[in-house]
């Protein structure tokens, strides 16, 4: 079984006692394929980050990595911003440290200037050490433990549903059925002229619904009652819509990811029919 792929949210510490193993840094990019996480100290702020768009980002990453369930050993700077992630209250110092989020298990307590912290604790997957450097026992546990940990929690419903190319699956053969149905055929032969270019808006509509996001922010922005205004729709119409995307959703995807899309069509349906009877 090949080794997970290991990311470190800073270099790692210098000292080859430890037994480190090699890790990539971070990034959108990388965290899709992460195995593993050493959210490292590295001295940064967590209780305040006004001023520190750097540190906004990075705590969006550690969010989005234990959305996935991606196992994290944090330490130190990063213990803090870690249980920050988690909800646990953060507390300024040198460097920040957080008291245990809830739920946590406390396997150590510290005495620091006459009040005791939490040294050591876990929760689901998250390891963390409130010291600057973890003792070498904690990181060879949490190594061993890394090839029993692989299964993943999709972090948004996008990933749920298999992201964008079977977004685009269901959405091109909802459209050949729509374009040959008796009631919705006219309706979008009547409004659509370039049905390339269509099919690429409306999955960005979805997969921004769906949680997507790329560099720039969500690719869809715009209203969806707007953007249907005008076009004659009734109850008929859209609960035709709903049958045969229904019908498209179960054709390619499993039936938890084909019942979650539906279900999101289902919400947008009741939307536009409520604002179909306002007008």
């Known amino acids: 079984m090949a080794s997970p792929l290991l990311l470190t949210t800073a270099p790692l510490p210098d000292s080859p006692q430890m037994g480190w193993p090699e890790a990539a840094p971070l990034s959108a990019d990388t965290l899709a394929g992460a ?10 702020p967590a209780a305040d980050l006004r001023e520190r768009p750097d540190r906004w980002a990075l705590l969006q990453l550690l969010s989005g ?4 369930g991606v196992p994290v050993l944090a330490w130190g700077s990063g213990a803090a ?15 920040d440290w957080a008291g ?3 739920g946590a298990t406390v396997h150590a307590w510290a005495e620091v200037t006459g009040s005791l912290r939490a040294l050591h604790w876990e929760l689901d997957r998250v390891t963390a050490w409130a010291g600057p450097q973890p003792p070498p026992t904690l990181l060879r546990a949490f190594l061993a433990r890394l090839d ?7 972090a948004t419903p996008l990933e749920a549903v298999g992201g964008e190319a079977a977004l685009h699956i269901v959405l091109t053969d909802f459209y050949a ?12 032969a009547a409004h659509v002229r370039d049905w390339p270019a269509h099919l690429e808006h409306v999955a960005a509509f979805w997969a921004t619904v769906l949680g997507g996001a790329g560099p720039d922010g ?4 715009g209203n969806l009652n707007t953007v249907h205004a005008g076009l004659g729709i009734r109850g008929e119409h859209l609960a035709r819509w709903l049958a045969l995307f229904g019908q498209a959703a179960r054709a390619h995807l499993p039936p938890e990811a084909a019942a979650l899309l539906t279900a999101r069509a289902g919400a947008m349906g009741a939307r536009l029919g409520a604002a179909g009877r306002r007008s």
């Open 35 to 44: 195995g593993g996480l050493f959210a490292a100290h590295d001295g940064g």
């Open 65 to 68: 990595a234990l959305r996935r």
């Open 81 to 95: 911003l870690t249980g920050r992630a988690l909800g646990a209250r953060v507390h300024a110092g040198q460097p």
């Open 100 to 102: 245990p989020p809830a």
């Open 148 to 154: 029993t940990q692989r299964s993943r929690r999709p």
């Open 177 to 188: 059925r729509a374009a040959l149905d008796p009631l919705l055929g006219p309706v979008f």
């Open 218 to 221: 969500p690719p869809w922005r």
